[in-house]
T-cell receptor
Framework: GQQLNQSPQSMFIQEGEDVSMNCTSS?????WLWYKQDPGEGPVLLIA?????ELTSNGRLTAQFGITRKDSFLNISASIPSDVGIYFC???????????FGAGTILRVKS | EPEVTQTPSHQVTQMGQEVILRCVPI?????FYWYRQILGQKVEFLVS????????KSEIFDDQFSVERPDGSNFTLKIRSTKLEDSAMYFC?????????????FGDGTRLSIL
């Protein structure tokens, strides 16, 4: 089946630092999505990417859809304590609407 | 902002019992999904539903599972005879009628605990 490899598995960073995480796959995806999940809640959409090469920002968050359509990264600049949570990448393939999720990146921020 | 709502937030059920998880998708959405997340693991696709029928399902979605849209607002997931390994968070999601290039929005989930 389709697999998304997400890294790093976890990060423990100082407040104010920049963060980068990425997802790669052997399969081609038509859509890449980045979600954040807080404890006890559902995934909340951060950024959606629909075209290869697309670079999109949402406040301090920036994400890119890789040219090969097999990868994506998410950057968070100047991290703050409320950035703590689990970040998931998710991809949608050319046919069908189901999302395939990465294993998540646990982000901890120390102030 | 409109959101996907799920009830109950936590369901505790004896093994072998039937359970129904309920979702109210965003009102103008026509594509509906169920996903599950076993504790500490990634989110896994179960089933997608459009135009009153299943459009895609995963290997997890076996004969014990069924989905229904009984009226114009609710979307339910039924597990006929629950097993211990069905314990997980179950998330409902929906997206806009156009489907393509529309991100899926998730509810806060139902935590299902099978005893």
């Amino acid at each position: 089946g389709q697999q998304l490899n997400q890294s790093p598995q976890s990060m423990f960073i100082q407040e104010g630092e920049d963060v980068s995480m990425n997802c790669t796959s052997s399969s081609i995806f038509n859509t890449w999505l980045w979600y954040k999940q807080d404890p006890g809640e559902g995934p909340v959409l951060l950024i959606a990417l629909y075209k290869a090469g697309e670079l999109t920002s949402n406040g301090r968050l920036t994400a890119q859809f890789g040219i090969t359509r097999k990868d994506s990264f998410l950057n968070i600049s100047a991290s703050i304590p409320s950035d703590v949570g689990i970040y998931f990448c998710a991809g949608r393939m050319e046919y069908g609407n189901k999302l395939v999720f990465g294993a998540g990146t646990i982000l901890r921020v120390k102030s | 902002e409109p959101e996907v709502t799920q009830t109950p937030s936590h369901q505790v059920t004896q093994m072998g019992q039937e359970v129904i998880l309920r979702c109210v998708p965003i009102s103008n959405h026509l594509y509906f999904y169920w996903y599950r997340q076993i504790l500490g693991q990634k989110v896994e696709f179960l089933v997608s539903f459009y135009n009153n029928e299943i459009s895609e399902k995963s290997e997890i979605f076996d004969d014990q599972f069924s989905v229904e849209r009984p009226d114009g607002s609710n979307f339910t997931l039924k597990i006929r005879s629950t097993k211990l390994e069905d314990s997980a968070m179950y998330f409902c999601a929906s997206n806009h009628e156009s489907g393509e290039n529309q991100p899926q929005h998730f509810g806060d989930g139902t935590r299902l605990s099978i005893l």
